[in-house]
């Protein structure tokens, strides 16, 4: 009971945001809601658009969509977009600002919200890890191509409608790719 009481709060404090806002951030508040929940076992806290490092232009601090922290310390950073289709330009931007954000991290999380045709699922994811794989990193954060993406959907029940993979990157460094299939 106390469970559902805490998730109902939740979900009356997010729902009209997620309402009213039309990018990603709306799917975004639902999937920190849901967690939020479950992270306070390991006193872990989550957070949305905290401000760290540097954004893409340079110009200002970068706005991470969500961050996981263990006390005042990051542990990892999530990263998000919506995709329809393939979308080289979109992909590589939020991918490579991840590692703008926070270069000090062991682990990082690209959430893709899948919003296109139903028949396009699996040709965009599998060209979402070629714009991945061919994108621009710094000398830090190099995709390693040895190891290219390791398919971890398999080590999940019931997930037809999602893709997960993992990409290494520099000096073992971790990327964990999510693509929820939000079709209609």
């Known amino acids: 009971l106390h469970e559902i009481v805490q998730a109902s709060k939740v979900l009356l404090d997010k729902i009209q945001g997620i309402k009213t806002i039309p990018h990603e951030d709306r799917y975004n508040d639902l999937l920190l809601a849901t967690l939020k929940l479950r992270f306070q076992i390991w006193a872990w806290s989550i957070h949305d658009q905290a401000r760290k490092g540097s954004s893409p232009t340079g110009k200002s601090a970068g706005e991470t969509d969500i961050t996981i922290e263990a006390g005042n310390i990051t542990i990892a950073l999530f990263e998000a977009l919506i995709l329809t289709g393939k979308d ?3 992909t590589q931007k939020h991918v490579l600002k991840s590692f703008s954000y926070a270069k000090n991290l062991d682990r990082y ?16 994811w599998i ?3 070629q714009d991945v794989s061919t994108s621009a990193f710094t000398t830090t954060f190099v995709f390693d191509t040895a190891k290219d993406f390791e398919d971890l959907s398999s080590k999940f029940d019931e997930v037809n409608h999602l893709k997960v993979a993992k990409s290494v990157h520099g000096n073992n460094i971790e990327m964990y790719h999510i693509m929820i299939n939000l079709s209609e």
């Open 88 to 90: 080289k330009t979109a």
């Open 109 to 124: 999380y690209m959430i893709i919200y899948f919003k296109g045709a139903i028949t396009a699922f699996d040709t965009t």
């Open 127 to 129: 060209s979402y890890k």
